[in-house]
């Protein structure tokens, strides 16, 4: 398979590009097996966060270029590529992306869809496609200029000059930068961080987060008490103030 489900801990999924002779590329299967689980695991009761990873020394190093170089825009218009970027998109459950070694092109757009980004220190992370005549066309631009800012956006795509982690850790492509070799540890204890949240309050402010990058200050605000005050309609919240007074580990149920 070109994408491997692990359950590594409670409420945890793993998916792992499975793709080393190709250096994890993505091809129209793995771009889909990729959008089917975010898919299932997303309405998965069971499923509180969700890691992507690739091997020990490699993320992604991008698109599949055999499946495009002799390819028409009626080609590329006629796959269901975008469909399979809205499904990661849309996920409800925090993705976190794990990164060793290059994150590239696709790899590295890949890693924007998600909502934290755990690098190894010397990984690399970049957005190539002007060095074989396109730009990117799965977020590169638009999530990367909203992720770095126009400056850092406009050096990397134009150069295609990539990342390191650290790099990118400090100009905010990254949440957190950690030794090489670290990066899917870190990640998974993140995750198993996350996963004994109240689900109902992670999932809201993930939607909160995202809806409202993007929107007036006043609109997001807005959306941000809405969700507040809906929160008080939860059994989470109870037993989370509860557990908080009588000084005690709560027990979320996502009720």
């Given at each position: 398979?070109?994408?491997?489900?692990?359950?590594?801990?409670?409420?945890?999924?793993?998916?792992?590009?499975?793709?080393?002779?190709?250096?994890?590329?993505?091809?129209?299967?793995?771009?889909?097996?990729?959008?089917?689980?975010?898919?299932?695991?997303?309405?998965?009761?069971?499923?509180?966060?969700?890691v992507i990873t690739g091997g020990p020394d490699m993320f992604c190093a991008g698109a599949d270029l055999d499946q495009m170089v002799e390819?028409?825009?009626?080609?590329?218009?006629?796959?269901?590529?975008?469909d399979y970027w809205a499904a990661i998109a849309r996920c409800p459950k925090p993705i976190i992306a794990a990164i060793e070694g290059f994150?590239?092109?696709?790899?590295?757009?890949?890693?924007?869809?998600?909502?934290?980004?755990?690098?190894?220190?010397?990984?690399?992370?970049?957005?190539?496609?002007?060095?074989?005549?396109?730009?990117?066309?799965?977020?590169?631009?638009?999530?990367?200029?909203?992720?770095?800012?126009?400056?850092?956006?406009?050096?990397?795509?134009?150069?295609?000059?990539?990342?390191?982690?650290?790099?990118?850790?400090?100009?905010?492509?990254?949440?957190?930068?950690?030794?090489?070799?670290?990066?899917?540890?870190?990640?998974?204890?993140?995750?198993?961080?996350?996963?004994?949240?109240?689900?109902?309050?992670?999932?809201?402010?993930?939607?909160?987060?995202?809806?409202?990058?993007?929107?007036?200050?006043?609109?997001?605000?807005?959306?941000?008490?809405?969700?507040?005050?809906?929160?008080?309609?939860?059994?989470?919240?109870?037993?989370?103030?509860?557990?908080?007074?009588?000084?005690?580990?709560?027990?979320y149920k996502g009720e």
């Amino acid at each position: 398979m070109d994408v491997l489900l692990e359950k590594p801990a409670e409420g945890v999924a793993l998916l792992r590009l499975n793709r080393p002779q190709k250096r994890n590329a993505l091809n129209l299967e793995m771009r889909r097996l990729l959008a089917e689980h975010c898919t299932t695991l997303g309405q998965d009761a069971d499923t509180r966060v969700l890691v992507i990873t690739g091997g020990p020394d490699m993320f992604c190093a991008g698109a599949d270029l055999d499946q495009m170089v002799e390819a028409t825009p009626l080609d590329i218009m006629n796959r269901p590529v975008a469909d399979y970027w809205a499904a990661i998109a849309r996920c409800p459950k925090p993705i976190i992306a794990a990164i060793e070694g290059f994150a590239l092109g696709g790899g590295c757009e890949l890693a924007l869809h998600c909502d934290i980004i755990i690098a190894g220190e010397n990984a690399s992370l970049g957005q190539p496609e002007i060095r074989v005549g396109i730009i990117p066309g799965a977020g590169g631009t638009q999530r990367l200029i909203r992720a770095v800012g126009k400056f850092q956006a406009m050096r990397m795509v134009l150069t295609g000059a990539p990342l390191t982690g650290a790099q990118a850790f400090s100009v905010g492509l990254a949440s957190e930068v950690v030794p090489d070799g670290e990066a899917l540890e870190r990640a998974l204890k993140t995750a198993r961080l996350i996963a004994k949240m109240p689900p109902v309050s992670v999932r809201l402010a993930k939607e909160v987060l995202l809806a409202g990058a993007d929107a007036p200050l006043e609109t997001a605000i807005m959306l941000e008490q809405k969700a507040f005050q809906l929160l008080f309609s939860t059994r989470d919240q109870t037993e989370g103030m509860r557990a908080f007074l009588e000084k005690r580990k709560p027990e979320y149920k996502g009720e």
